[in-house]
């Protein structure tokens, strides 16, 4: 379960209930919402959510921020980095295996290839101070432009980092005459996470859990819906797509 959005209004202690109620293993707890697993948290807090995710049964995945690296201004970029460097010692902290950060645009300003090749150049050192921490980085595959999955493997050409992969987004912008094979392989051999979406859509879903699988991918799939729920009926939701999920990765 990613947090955004249908748990966004949960706190930790309803995400806890409602992930063992559904029988799901793993979130990503998305910055700004009510769990509270941010930065400013204190050394005790973190150690109090690394063992009740433990005691639990529950896997801190990820950390979904919104640290970004496209801005024409450096100094902006640079902040960034140092906020990612805070997220990476916090899923340390807490025992998440990896932070999500993401591209948002191609500044107009700038020639394309140019915000591209600084993207990846900003990931590289994220990557680096995440290899320190034993924390991965991984590039959601997001934006306009930057989700082109030729665009999204030309950033990761350009990061060149091992700790450095790409969280799988599930995007309209995959699907090329109703295939997602063409971008999948774009793509495969970064593919560290997935976010996945509204599986009642028309996106090809069966596809991709085959590709998925095809490749040996080892690690979760993540519920990523926009629509905020109650606990009570988030339970019911959750457990409705983990039905739909089950029966579209056979």
């Known amino acids: 379960l990613v947090t ?3 748990a966004r209004d949960w706190d930790l202690d309803s995400i806890l209930k409602v992930c063992k109620d559904v029988g799901l293993d793993g979130v990503e707890f998305r910055t700004t919402h009510r769990h509270g697993v941010e930065p400013s948290m204190a050394a005790a807090e973190r150690a109090e959510v690394r063992k009740r995710c433990t005691d639990a049964g529950l896997k801190q995945w990820s950390l979904g ?7 024409p201004d450096r100094a902006i970029v640079q902040k960034n980095i140092e906020t990612c460097k805070d997220f990476i010692v916090l899923a340390e902290d807490i025992g998440a295996r990896g932070v999500k950060v993401r591209p948002n645009a191609l500044p ?3 020639p394309a290839e140019r915000t591209l090749e600084q993207i990846g150049k900003a990931l590289a050192t994220c990557g680096s101070i995440g290899a320190d921490h034993g924390v991965e980085i991984w590039m959601e595959v997001h934006g ?3 989700s082109l999955p030729a665009n999204a493997r030309k950033i990761m050409d350009y990061c060149g980092h091992p700790n450095v992969g790409v969280t799988w987004n599930s995007n309209p912008t995959d699907v090329q005459d109703g295939s997602v094979r063409q971008s999948f392989e774009i793509l495969r051999p970064f593919i560290c996470c997935c976010h996945i979406t509204d599986l009642w859509s028309e996106y090809p879903w069966r596809e991709l859990f085959g590709l998925l699988r095809d490749a040996s991918y080892d ?3 993540l519920c990523e819906v926009g629509a905020a729920l109650p606990p009570e009926a988030g339970v019911l939701f959750l457990r409705c797509y983990k039905g739909l999920w089950r029966e579209l990765q056979r």
């Open 4 to 6: 955004y959005n249908v």
């Open 65 to 71: 921020t919104v640290c970004e690296f496209h801005a």
């Open 108 to 110: 107009k300003e700038v």
């Open 144 to 146: 306009t432009g930057t």
């Open 219 to 221: 690690r979760f799939t």
